[in-house]
């Protein structure tokens, strides 16, 4: 019995140091990582846009407006304001699809990706194309 009692008292002598090792000291990495202030906080839009022209006779806008919030540079909200594609002259214009790529909620930076087609006719040569627009919100 002695010598068993003495084996439990070495082994939980054993365990103390081991779960003091196990539990990591707590690092410091500043910035958005440790939520300690280190970005923007606030709430505005981004815009990014692709124009094409062939003046006077026809001209194309295709943008991309995404809204968001960020607190200390963490996005906390974010979405697709607007997404349009506005035309004159010989030429029309459609948005597609338009959706996010990367990051968003919970991360510093978010990617987003919008297409359109335009098509047209100039003394009865008909032209078309697709118009893609690619947004980044940096970090900060």
């Known amino acids: 019995m002695r010598k068993t009692l003495l084996i439990l008292a070495a082994l939980a002598a054993l365990a103390i140091p081991a779960a003091a090792v196990a539990k990591a000291p707590p690092v410091i990495c500043g910035g958005v990582c440790d939520g ?9 839009s981004q815009t990014a846009s692709h124009s094409a022209s062939l003046w006077p006779l026809a001209t194309v806008n295709h943008y991309l407006v995404v809204s968001y919030c960020k607190r200390n540079g963490v996005i906390t909200s974010i979405g697709i304001a607007a997404h349009g594609c506005d ?8 948005t597609g699809p338009a959706w996010q790529t990367g990051g ?7 990617t987003f990706t919008g297409h359109a087609t335009y098509i047209g006719g100039l003394g009865g040569v008909p032209f078309a194309g697709t118009s893609v ?3 980044t919100i940096t970090p900060g």
């Not at 300690?36 to 505005?44: A, E």
């Open 87 to 94: 035309f004159e002259g010989v030429a029309v214009c459609s």
């Open 104 to 110: 968003g909620v919970g991360f510093g930076y978010a």
């Open 133 to 135: 627009v690619n947004l």
């Open 36 to 44: 300690g202030g280190g970005g923007w906080t606030g709430c505005t």
